[in-house]
């Protein structure tokens, strides 16, 4: 039994999962819910900004700290520590080990494309998730152990 407990953490820190093995199109879906403040089925930069902001600890108003990211990353969408880590290290394109509103901003704005408005609409947030992602490769996009 020990044998086989060790196997599943060692799986799950080698190819990420998820505790609750969601997909990375369920937690697309549960992003946009989380951020959609005024309910219209569409993520405002406004909403993406004010959730960072309020729940999620911006250091100085403009950048989280690794441990913030992971932490509610991993509160929120129940990704194991190994796959935040992995998720948060291809957000974090300058290796600063921060995670800034620009890195995000950047990143997002390359999918807003369906339609191009300045907004993200829940297939663009699902287009920009799959792409960076770890577990978007694995096992349908359920990461390894589901
Ligand atoms: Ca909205
Ligand atoms: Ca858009």
Redesign the pocket.
Known sequence: MKVLAFLVVFVGLTYGANHMCWSVDQISNEVVKLADKNKDG?IQQSELIDELLTDWNLDNGTCLSFHDFTRNWIDNFHDHHDTAHAFFNNLDLNNDKRLCLDDISVQLLKY??????????PA?FNAFLHAVHPDSHQNGGRGHGC
Do not use: S, V
Request: aromatic share 0%; no cysteine; hydrophobic share 15%.
């Open positions: 569409i807003d494309t369906n339609p191009t408005d300045g907004q993200i609409q663009e």
